[in-house]
């Protein structure tokens, strides 16, 4: 596939240019003209772009990319990040924001629909949603576990059974007092939040920053696959937090 016209439709698909973010959505380092494989990948690093290199990937997909809101000289590992993609020719395209809170492929919308809830609306860039009866807490962790293949963190400030779900992947503890539900399922925890998730008897379950931002980028590589027929690889390199 032409790689113009791939980062044409992603750019459509994803409404990129709708998101106010810190990170350079979109192309952000151009490859070769052809794309024949598509990589996918949480984050944008010298040893994901090894990986990339070596599967034959022509076009990354990454979450995490390189650039966050400010410039910074292409010097040392910068500069051996690049070497590795202009000498495999690979495209790398970022998204972000936009793969958060896409209805379709992202990260949250994800999880809400592999962990079986229902009746989904927007919440931030996350996704709010229900079970269909009231499911144990402990339950929600062992399934949240399963899909992740890690023992996620439970701060238990509310009940021993939820109903109410919210769904922000990543690090979003900050937004635990816009919360509203019996739950709130994110990536990363925050030292400063443990006593107030207690204190406003909110349940929380933190499944990993890198594990739960994993979905999206899986889910967009498949949707590529079944429109315009690119193979695709999953680079997995966990960061383990």
Known sequence: MDRDELVAYLDEYLRIREFQDLSLNGLQVEGKREVQKVGAAVD??????EKALEAGVDFLI???????????PITGHHKRRLEVLFQGGI????AHLPLDAHPEVGNNWEIARALGLLDLTPFDVGVKGRFPVPTPLVRVADMLGQLT??????H???????????IVSGGAAGLLEKVDTDLFVTGEPKHSLFHETFE???N???AGHYDTETFGVK???RHLEARFGLPWVFLDHPTGL
């Open 44 to 49: 944008a690093g010298l040893a994901l772009f």
């Open 62 to 72: 990454v979450h995490h990319g390189l650039f966050w809101g400010k410039p910074f």
């Open 204 to 206: 929380v379950i933190y």
């Open 91 to 94: 495209s790398l395209y970022a």
């Open 219 to 221: 889910a967009l590589a």
């Open 200 to 202: 406003r008897g909110r």
């Open 156 to 166: 238990q400030g509310g009940g021993e059974w939820v109903e109410t779900v919210t």
């Open 149 to 154: 293949g890690m023992q996620p963190l439970v």
